[in-house]
Every structure is written in structure tokens, then in C-alpha cells.
């Protein structure tokens, strides 16, 4: 009879156990932040979705280049200035990235993309003479931090803008998993974070955007990474009818334009994808591919007007959609040609 009642009660602590586990309850929350709709799903504890909105408001707060009072503008007016632990952090990685990426991604590219427009919606194109003259301050290299004091050479500006959507998102979800949470997504514009499975064990499926129209171009599966798009559709003008889009060839001040329409890059860390996405969007195709060749631990999906190109990790899990239905996906592989 006792050891009846012995099992009778762990079966129902095993049912309350698994009971529990089934419990983690999707909460969801919308905020607009860094210029961008941000939605983030958590199964777990409803309040994290607080602390998570808390967290990116202060970060915008930080890095805003055109919030007055952000730790990034009072640096761009002085040439030098205090940065908080975790600005000194990002700041740090997004130099590492223009130096990986041979300086396809420059922080200080800022006043050339302030000329054009970009920043303020007050499109315009500019001279070649004064972007040349721009041109001339933008070099990533002169940018010093150290100890919580981050140093520019004169006439330089920069702006995380190419990282900080991926900074934020790894931030989110270091909360989240330091609180126990197996599951979330985020969408932070179209840049998507996920963490861990779907409740069920399934992995999440993303969307890509299809870069020259409405719908997608294909979805890809993932379980704990980061899928992080930068393409010229995401904001742009026309001037004699010609786009211009707010990526820069920091090689040209001119907008890159090398047949790429997007790139997304696949990760762990979504600031690396956020900052990769951007450089490779610049390199143009060919560079792009030997780029990803010479290694590095991420994927990536190149769509160009000729169909769309994948890396080798992506190959079981990525599948053309829409118009791209009957696309021609090409694998990239790093051991071939
Ligand atoms: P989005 O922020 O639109 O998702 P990206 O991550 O690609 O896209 O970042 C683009 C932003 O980065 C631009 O709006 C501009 O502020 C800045 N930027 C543009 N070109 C470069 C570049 N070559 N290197 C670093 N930052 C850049
Ligand atoms: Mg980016």
C-alpha cells in the first residue's frame, strides 16, 4: 500500500513537471526603436518583455546619432568623450568587424551618409567633389577606445547604425536565457533573433524578404541563431532616375551597387551577422563569396537579379519561395573551385 502511494504521488509529480514545461506561454510585445518596429516573443515570464523594451530604449538612448544626448552624438561633436561599459563593448566589436572585413563596413562613414540624406529622410545627391572631401576623414582606424574613453581623429563622426539592431538583439536574449527562457524570437525589422527551439522542439522557420518586390524570396530554418538581412530596398530615393540606397561603398561614397539586392548573413551572434551582412552587402558578390570562403563560422543567402546563392550550411534548410519559386539557387561550397 505504501509503496503505492510512493508511485501514485511521482506520477503526479512527473505530470505536474511536464504540466510546467507545456506552461511557457508565448507573450508578445510590439515597441518602435532604432528607427525600426521591433516585436519580441517569449515563452516564459510576461515581465522580461518589460525589461527587454527598458534595455532598448536605454541602448537607443546611448547610440542614437541624432539623439543630442547620446553618449555617440556628444563623442561625434567633441572628437573624444566617456563611454558606458557596454558602449565601449559594441564599439569594440564593430571595429573588429570594418578590420575583418578589410573596411567595407566603416563606422565613420557617418558624415557621408549624413550628406546624402539618409539619416534625416532629406534626400540628396550629392557632389563628387564633396564627397571626396568627406571621404577623406573616413578611416575606421582612427578610431580609439580605450578604458571607457573613445577618441576619433579630427573632422570624424561614426554611427553603430550597421550593428546596433544586432547588439540589441543579443542583448534581449542574454536576459532571456538568464532567465531560464529555452524559446524566443525576436524581430527586430526584418533582422531576426531566435533563441533555442520552438516549444515543440521544431526549428523556427524565417522568412527572407523578397529585395525587389512584395512576398519572400525563401525561408530558412534555424534553432538558436541570428538571421540578419541588409539590402538596398530597406531605404532609398530616386534622383534622375536613378535608386540610391543608404548602404555605402566606403571605397567610393556612392551607394553599393554591384548586382547584390540582398545579403543575409546566418549566425550565433547577431551583431556579427548585423555588421557582416552590411560589409558583404558592399563587397558585391564575388568578393562576398571568397570573403565567406576564407572562413568564418556564419552562412549566408546572396539574392542578385540572377537568382540567389547559399552557402553550403543553409543547403538542407533553405527553400526559394514566391517569385523565387523557380529561382536558381546556387551552393557555395568551401573546399570546391
Ligand atoms: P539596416 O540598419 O537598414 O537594417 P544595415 O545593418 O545594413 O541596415 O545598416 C545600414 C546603416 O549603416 C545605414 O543606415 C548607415 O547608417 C550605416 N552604413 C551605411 N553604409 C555603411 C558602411 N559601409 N559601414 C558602416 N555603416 C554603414
Ligand atoms: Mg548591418
Given at each position: 500500500m505504501k509503496q503505492l502511494l510512493i508511485l501514485c504521488t511521482l506520477c503526479v509529480a512527473i505530470l505536474f513537471l511536464t504540466g510546467c514545461k507545456q506552461t511557457a506561454e508565448p507573450h508578445s510585445a510590439t515597441l518602435f526603436a532604432m528607427d525600426t518596429v521591433m516585436e519580441l516573443t517569449v515563452y516564459?515570464?510576461?515581465q522580461l518583455l518589460d525589461r527587454a523594451k527598458e534595455l532598448v530604449l536605454d541602448m537607443e538612448h546611448r547610440l542614437?546619432?541624432?539623439?543630442?544626448?547620446s553618449e555617440i552624438a556628444a563623442l561625434n561633436r567633441t572628437g573624444s568623450g566617456e563611454v558606458s561599459a557596454d558602449t565601449e563593448k559594441l564599439l569594440t566589436q564593430a571595429l573588429a568587424l570594418c578590420e575583418r572585413t578589410g573596411g567595407a563596413?566603416?563606422?565613420?562613414i557617418y558624415p557621408v551618409v549624413r550628406t546624402w540624406g539618409f539619416t534625416t529622410g532629406e534626400y540628396q545627391l550629392p557632389e563628387a567633389g564633396e564627397l571626396a572631401k568627406l571621404l577623406a576623414?573616413?578611416?575606421?582606424?582612427?578610431v580609439a577606445v580605450n578604458q571607457g574613453v573613445a577618441v576619433l581623429s579630427p573632422g570624424m563622426e561614426i554611427d553603430l547604425g550597421s550593428v546596433a539592431k544586432g547588439w540589441a538583439g543579443d542583448r534581449i536574449l542574454e536576459i532571456f536565457r538568464q532567465n531560464g527562457v529555452k524559446s524566443a524570437l525576436l524581430n527586430l525589422g526584418g533582422n531576426v533573433h531566435t533563441l533555442g527551439a520552438k516549444p515543440d522542439g521544431s526549428s523556427w522557420r524565417v522568412a527572407v524578404r523578397d529585395p525587389s518586390g512584395e512576398g519572400y524570396a525563401g525561408v530558412v530554418e534555424v534553432t538558436g541563431k541570428a538571421v540578419i538581412t541588409s539590402g538596398g530596398y530597406q531605404r532609398f530615393f530616386e534622383a534622375d532616375g536613378k535608386t540610391y540606397h543608404h548602404i555605402i561603398n566606403p571605397a567610393t561614397?556612392?551607394?553599393?551597387?554591384?548586382?547584390?539586392?540582398s545579403v543575409t548573413v546566418v549566425g550565433d551572434e547577431g551583431v556579427v551577422c548585423d555588421g557582416l551582412s552590411t560589409a558583404l552587402f558592399v563587397m558585391g558578390p564575388d568578393q562576398a563569396a571568397e570573403f565567406w570562403k576564407a572562413g568564418g563560422n556564419f552562412d549566408a543567402i546572396f539574392i542578385t537579379s540572377n537568382g540567389i546563392v547559399i552557402t553550403d550550411g543553409l543547403k538542407n534548410t533553405f527553400s526559394p519561395l514566391d517569385s523565387y519559386k523557380d529561382a536558381k539557387v546556387t551552393v557555395l561550397y568551401r573546399d570546391k573551385d
Open positions: 516564459g515570464d510576461r542614437s546619432v541624432t539623439d543630442e544626448d563596413l566603416d563606422i565613420s576623414v573616413v578611416d575606421y582606424q582612427n561614397g556612392y551607394p553599393a551597387d554591384n548586382g547584390l539586392l
